[in-house]
């Protein structure tokens, strides 16, 4: 059977850490929105362009855009065994653009749909965020003060120059949780309605949150 998992929480609340292990653990793809619009405005196209107008100001890109971007990842065939889909939906309107999406690609087969939200304490999410930096070349995400790389400033893995989102300052974070709260924290009461959300305490450190993980999916 298919399994597709779809992780919600605000920004920064280690959703894109546990999701890429959990992607190697899974053998699924690892479906992050927020990469694959970085990767449209790094190759300058259309929706990258259009995008960025709106990542600078830590807004949603428009539901069509990333709709169209989510149906095209999900119909590729390294999906047909399922996904794990990050930062898709964070809005009620995109979560029925999901439901859509899945019914075009899956027709009439099996699948197994589980909502993950990371529920954690909001004092945390400012410090992670502006201490964030990250790997241009393999993605790993560090933390200065929580998950710093051996050699300061340089990913452990490629040896490369880590670098910092610019919309992971100050005060584009505040417009990405009044986003979060407005659009995406709705989703939370959606799911759990669908009876299709578990909860886990996203509160410590990786290793901690990760077997919380584990035990979450298994129940
Ligand atoms: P993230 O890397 O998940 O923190 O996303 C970075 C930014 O990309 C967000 O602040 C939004 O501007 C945009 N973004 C990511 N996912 C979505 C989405 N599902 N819908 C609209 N905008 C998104």
Redesign the pocket.
């Known amino acids: 059977m298919k399994t597709e998992l779809i992780f919600l929480g605000p920004?920064?609340c280690g959703?894109?850490t546990q999701t890429a292990k959990l992607a190697e653990y899974l053998n699924l793809p690892h479906v992050?929105?927020?990469?694959?619009?970085?990767a449209e405005i790094q190759n300058q196209t259309e929706a990258g362009i259009e995008?960025k107008t709106?990542?600078?100001?830590?807004?949603?890109?428009?539901?069509e855009?990333?709709s169209k971007i989510?149906k095209n990842r999900l119909s590729k065939e390294d999906c047909k065994n399922g996904y794990i889909l990050?930062?898709?939906?964070?809005?009620l309107e995109?979560a029925e653009q999901l439901v859509k999406i899945n019914e075009e690609i899956n027709k009439n087969s099996d699948y197994k749909f589980n909502a993950i939200y990371f529920h954690i304490d909001e004092n945390l999410l400012l410090d992670r965020i502006v201490n964030r930096r990250s790997c241009p070349k393999c993605g790993k995400i560090y933390n200065l003060l929580f998950n710093p790389p051996k050699h300061e400033g340089i990913c452990d893995v490629c040896h490369v120059e880590l670098t910092q989102?610019k919309?992971d300052t100050k005060e584009?974070a505040h417009?990405?949780f009044d986003?979060y709260d407005r659009e995406t924290a709705p989703l939370v009461d959606y799911y759990r309605k669908m009876g299709v959300l578990k909860t886990l305490n996203a509160n410590g450190n990786i290793d901690e949150v990760w077997e919380r993980l584990l035990k979450v999916l298994n129940d």
């Open positions: 920004p920064a959703k894109g992050d929105t927020g990469s694959l619009l970085r995008a709106f990542i600078d100001k830590g807004k949603l890109v428009p539901v855009l990333v989510i990050d930062g898709f939906p964070r809005s995109q989102r919309d584009i417009s990405r986003t």
